[in-house]
């Protein structure tokens, strides 16, 4: 019996114990997880939950800048990346305060216009490939620079998460309420748009835009399935975006699979059960129910 | 009457939220001080019927203008709420009740004119449209009542043990104890708007505005509800309140304002809630016209006080 034991953990914890690029990637991940899913149930509660995979193709621009000026250095790349997402952001966040378009709408056209913005630059440089490599990295290829880069930014997002609670959630479940007491209500949503670029842009960086933001939006959809509270459903998001990020990486070892696409796979399994599973979903639907008599 | 024209380009100035003091009739003299250009914006608010009555004005509309589109939803405004009165907005549908009140909480960009406040914005609360609230939104009954400390706890200040108190003993006088930990989603809309006057008892503001604030909502929560709504009265906090119910507004509010995009008719209810009057707020035309000349009305009086 111990014997089974010890070769399912040798199993889950050889591939980390013998490489070093697996530790990285693990390590990578989980901060990740811990870090952005939460701001994925925020996008989901505001209507934003395309936001993401906009906002991602908005940093385009400023990344290929970057790499323009300095060449491939992921830290030039990094800034030009969060600079070009912090500007899409505070474009399209000034453009619904003063026109009649709402964020999403003004958000849509603008990272369009950056998308094609930012493909005219690449373009014009020679090495296309190299660069769109760079661009999309994988889980497995994180090096000591990248891994240091998310863990740094899941640390400060983290505590600017907790910081900026209160506000966040008076600004997304009663934004009238908080703009009738003055004091520049859009701050909130500004700052909140600004954790969610950062997030964005070293996720992309590191580990390829699906993961940044599939780690995003996945287990926070499928964490609303399961609880009526926010807290609860924030720390649900994190726990199953790491459980997927875990599951996907030693998928993607023993089955020689691409590292990204199986650790959204895994989040997409999760997602599956979820809706199979939760109080929400559908088996619970299907199931006689029984009612109290008050 | 006086305001200048340039000053229409940058609406917000137009909100002057004096600070408090004791009788406010020195806090519009503040206000004019504070936005340039408005200097006559205390005398001015002699239009109203109201404004001329004995007290002290908690609100005074000086040729108040919003418009959609180029469209005036509230057409040259004029006049005051006196403080600690208790006013009905009544008026057709599109007579522009909800954009007066959302003009004055400053959520919409005045077109011209000016609203002068004698109460800082932290003691203002708005009470919204059922409709324009997120019922599918994560969060508790307590917490949602919570939310209304924001002015005076803000972001990061700690909940006191006193404070709960006063939530819980908020929720008690709307007749919700016991429901502090179920999520806002359980609830049916007449307790919801049970929860969103407890959050205004919270919120302890010295005007309070209600948009529509009975609608579906049954008879006997209607009576509770208007029974807190007479009891900020008692208290002289000032009320404003968008309703319906004809009968509702001569029965429970001293006062009355019907608006047809224009003033109809603004004093006390008796004078105003008259078969004549109520007529002629029905016959508004209610949709935009197009070719409609524009209103020079501004540039006139920019001209007299020139």
């Not at chain 2, 509309?61 to 005051?80: E, F, K, W």
Request: charged letters at 15%; glycine letters at 10%; a neutral charge.
């Amino acid at each position: 019996m111990s014997d089974e034991i010890q070769s399912l953990w040798g199993l889950l914890a050889d591939p980390f114990i013998e490489f070093s690029f697996m530790r990285r990637a693990l390590v990578a991940t989980l901060a990740l997880s811990l870090s952005s899913a939460p701001l994925g149930i925020f996008l989901t509660l505001r209507r934003m939950s395309l936001l993401g995979d906009a906002l991602s193709h908005a940093i385009l621009p400023g990344v290929a800048i970057g790499f323009m000026l300095f060449g491939v250095s992921l830290s030039a790349m990094t800034i030009g990346g969060v600079l070009g997402g912090l500007i899409v952001v505070g474009l399209a966040g000034l453009v619904s305060r003063s026109t009649v378009l709402k964020e999403d709408a003004s958000l849509a056209a603008i990272y369009l216009v950056a998308l094609a913005l930012g493909i005219t630059l690449i373009s014009a440089q020679g090495t296309q490939l190299d660069l769109l490599h760079i661009l999309f990295g994988s889980a497995l290829g994180v090096d000591s620079p990248g891994l240091n880069l998310v863990a740094g930014v899941a640390s400060a997002s983290v505590i600017a998460l907790a910081v900026l609670y209160r506000g966040l959630v008076l600004e997304s479940f009663d934004p009238v309420y908080l703009a009738a007491s003055g004091r520049r209500s859009w701050v909130w949503q500004q700052g909140f748009l600004m954790l969610v670029v950062v997030n964005l842009v070293a996720g992309f960086q590191t580990m390829g835009t699906l993961m940044a933001v599939g780690l995003m939006m996945l287990p926070a959809v499928s964490a609303r399935l399961w609880h009526d509270g926010l807290p609860a459903q924030l720390l649900n998001a994190s726990v199953q975006a790491m459980l997927a990020g875990l599951s996907g990486l030693l998928l993607s070892y023993y089955f020689n699979t691409p590292s990204g696409p199986t650790i959204i796979g895994c989040a997409g399994v999760l997602y599956l059960l979820s809706l199979l599973l939760a109080p929400g979903g559908w088996i619970q639907g299907l199931l006689p129910q029984k009612h109290r008599v008050a | 009457m006086h305001y200048d024209i340039d000053n229409a380009l940058s609406p917000k100035l137009h909100h002057g939220f004096a600070p408090q003091a004791a009788c406010q009739c020195a806090g519009l003299a503040l206000m004019a001080a504070r936005g340039s250009g408005f200097a006559a914006a205390g005398v001015a608010v002699a239009g109203g019927s109201l404004g001329q009555r004995a007290g002290c004005a908690m609100i005074a509309l000086n040729n108040l203008t919003v418009s959609y589109r180029h469209h005036p939803a509230l057409h040259h405004i004029s006049g005051s709420f006196a403080k600690g009165s208790l006013t009905a907005v009544v008026g057709p549908n599109g007579a522009g009740k909800s954009t007066l009140l959302k003009s004055l909480v400053g959520v919409l960009p005045l077109a011209s004119g000016a609203v002068s406040m004698a109460v800082s914005r932290d003691r203002i609360a708005y009470l919204p449209q059922a409709s324009e609230i997120d019922r599918s939104f994560p969060i508790t009954v307590f917490d949602c009542v919570l939310l209304g400390t924001w002015s005076t706890v803000g972001p990061w200040r700690r909940i006191s043990r006193q404070l709960r108190g006063r939530i819980e003993a908020a929720l008690h006088s709307v007749g919700l104890e016991g429901f502090e930990a179920r999520p806002v989603g359980t609830l049916s809309s007449g307790q919801m708007q049970r929860v969103m006057f407890a959050r205004l008892l919270v919120q302890d503001a010295e005007l309070i505005l209600l948009d529509e604030p009975f609608n579906a909502v049954d008879t006997k929560t209607t009576q509770a509800l208007l029974k807190l709504v007479r009891q900020w009265h008692g208290e002289q906090r000032t009320v404003i309140a968008v309703v319906h119910d004809e009968a509702q507004v001569r029965e429970f509010f001293p006062d009355a304002l019907l608006l047809a995009r224009e003033v109809v008719a603004w004093d006390h209810t008796s004078i105003v809630m008259t078969d004549a009057n109520l007529l002629r707020a029905r016959s508004m035309a209610e949709a935009w016209d197009d070719q409609a000349a524009e209103c020079h009305t501004d540039d006139a009086a920019a001209g007299l006080a020139a």
